[in-house]
């Protein structure tokens, strides 16, 4: 069984974001990287898939030089290999672009099963693992929430807002993990030392077949106009209590029509 | 000297730094109040290999550096939490490593990687030789193939926590040496066959450290569980002292850390007078102090660490980063302390818990005194004080 994860590496939880206004992207270069915990649930479910029935993770990401730390990260838990593209014209890349990048890497490993995260948690647009999936001509099962392999079969528990779905496939597929998938492992002393070992391959976007104007700033469709703030909330009200401040809430929330 | 980490060594850092984070302050608080042993936190360190850190690879550790440990525990002691549940672990095992049999690490060196057996527990201090090691009396006389141990010792951290505990005691009685730094022995024993004939009573202490009175009476340990040679006991404790001075020293920036960023955030947000505390001098500059002296301090110590893991001498450098560490946490504790006023009393802002425990580093394991006095005669030429 050979799995890709596709993953994402960005600025750390702990970093405040900036946005860039010439270019109006975020500010990403030399600040505090690591792997997208969402891309760490895929990594993870990757790793336990493998580790049942046998085979390699390999982490596919496109990213700055900074994601390396990150990469480790995932080569730490587990994985097998990673596959980074880095390369300036990738820069800007919309959605788009990004699955024509991610996808055109996958191309060059075997695989037969693709894992993505819902959504990465610093964009959260949740576009690339379809767009992903239509470029490799295989089916996307997204949502998922249990995943499990018998043979050439895979079988997912589909999240949905009431409960889940059963949704059956032959493999290949794009897999889409939901947060609560699973706990992502912490990395292993000796799994920190061995990742030292693994390959990272780089490749530019050239040496995946792809030219300047299908990808970055140049390739994309999707144009960013302005960012700005969201508007400041309205102060709240304050209920004082003197006797009859429940009265004052009951109220209050029967204007609102929520009792 | 580079004292860039490599990127393994920061990969190092993060990662401890992530597995802290799981044990916030609200769990030490917990710990210390109640006077608990930290062990949710010591099996999940151990499971993570970070306490195997430097056991060789062929015995199932990861075979690291003094530098790679003393990063380790320096980010425990700077995520709020304290490293002295298992540090003696790192301190010890260069005794082990250096002087111990093949038959010894073979037996219990990949037990302890794999985190089965602990050892925890390193008995040196006796009531009548604290500072003054040479003058311990506890004594193991050899009968037939084992030693019979009688005697007594104080301040023995986490006995009763540990599998395996190091064992300073007196082969040759002190008036028949010539050399007074012999007579000494090294024994690992194994404090689970030792029922009976070793009593351990815990004392009330400042700090939460499960330390104990230990009364020996006829415990029996295996000849074979000498390390090393008879006699040479003193020399191998002398030989792994660099490398503690080190991990303390790295304990205390840690701490010293800790101190300043809750003093400076603290110093921001508390608003007296109209304006936030920080805006004083009389409050920012006793932290930018100590700050100046935690950073210069932890470049001695990576000197230390450096040369140590170069196999160079580094007795100076060890030395002086443990005091200037030492020295530099303390003076960091007061200056946190100081800036939140009345709350810093309070145990829920985890200053005056961290504040006892880092005030111990410049006492023990081995007191500042004693590192000066090292200076004093060993790196600068003056008589023997002592
Ligand atoms: C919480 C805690 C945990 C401990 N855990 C352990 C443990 O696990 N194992 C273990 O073996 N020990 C342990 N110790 C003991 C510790 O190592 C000793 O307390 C320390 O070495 C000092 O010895 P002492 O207390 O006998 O002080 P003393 O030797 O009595 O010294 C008292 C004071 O006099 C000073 N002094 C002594 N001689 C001189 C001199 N010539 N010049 C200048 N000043 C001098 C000392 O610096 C010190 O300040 C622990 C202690 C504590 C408090």
Known sequence: MNIVVCGKVIPASSVTIEIDPATKRMARKGVTHELDPAAASAVEEGLRLTEKHGGTVTLVTMGISDATIGIRNALAMGATSAVHVLDDAVAGSDTLGTAKVLAAAIKKLPFDLVICATESSDSYSGIVPGQVAHLLGIPPVTFAREITLDGNRITIKRQSEGGYDVVEAALPVVVTTTSGINEPRYPQLKGIMAAKKKEIKIYTAAELGLSADQVGEAGAKEKVLTVGRPPKRQAGKVVVDEGEGGKQIADFLAELKII | ?386
């Open chain 2, 1 to 386: 000297m580079d004292f860039n980490l490599t990127q393994e060594q920061r990969h190092i850092r993060e990662e401890i730094r992530r597995a802290c984070r799981e044990f916030p302050d609200a769990y030490w608080r917990e710990v210390d109040g109640k006077g608990e042993y930290p062990d949710a936190f010591v099996r999940k360190l151990t499971e993570l290999g970070w306490l195997a850190a430097p056991i060789p690879e062929e015995y199932g550790g990861a075979g690291l550096g003094i530098t790679e440990s003393s990063i380790i525990l320096e980010e425990i002691n700077r995520s709020g939490g304290n490293a002295t549940a298992c540090h003696a672990q790192m301190y010890t095992m260069g005794t082990l490593l250096r002087h111990g049999s093949a038959e010894q690490k073979k037996r219990y060196l990949p037990q302890i990687a794999a985190g089965e057996l602990r050892l925890q527990a390193f008995a040196v201090t006796e009531p009548n030789a604290g500072s003054e090691t040479t003058r311990i009396q506890t004594t193991a006389a050899r009968r037939g193939d084992k030693y019979v141990v009688h005697g007594q010792k104080i301040f023995i951290s986490r006995v009763l926590q540990s599998d395996l505990m190091l064992l300073l005691a007196r082969t040759t009685p002190y008036d028949q040496l010539e050399d007074k730094t012999r007579g000494l022995s090294v024994f690992l024993v194994d404090l689970r066959e030792a029922k009976g004939k070793m009593e351990v009573k815990p004392l009330d202490l400042m700090i939460n450290h499960h330390t104990n009175s230990v009364f020996f009476d006829g415990l029996e340990v295996p000849g074979e569980n000498l390390i090393g040679e008879e006699g040479m006991g003193f020399r191998y404790i002398i030989d792994g002292w660099n490398a503690e001075r080190i991990l303390v020293a790295a304990e205390a920036i840690g701490d010293g850390r800790w101190f300043i960023e809750r003093a400076a955030r603290y110093a921001n947000e508390r608003v007296v007078f109209g304006r936030p505390i920080g805006a004083n001098q009389g409050i920012q500059f006793p932290i930018a102090q100590a700050h100046a002296r935690v950073e210069a301090a932890d470049l001695v110590r990576f000197q230390a660490a450096t040369k140590f893991d170069r196999t160079e001498r580094c007795g100076a450098e060890a030395n002086m980063a443990k005091f200037l560490a030492s020295e530099a946490a303390w003076e960091a504790a007061n200056a946190c302390l100081t800036t939140h006023g009345g709350y810093g009393f309070a145990s829920e802002y985890d200053v005056e818990r961290k504040f006892r425990e880092t005030r111990l580093l410049t006492i023990a394991p081995v007191s500042n005194n004693l590192v000066l006095a090292y200076l004093a005669q060993h790196v600068l030429g003056m008589p023997k004080s002592y």
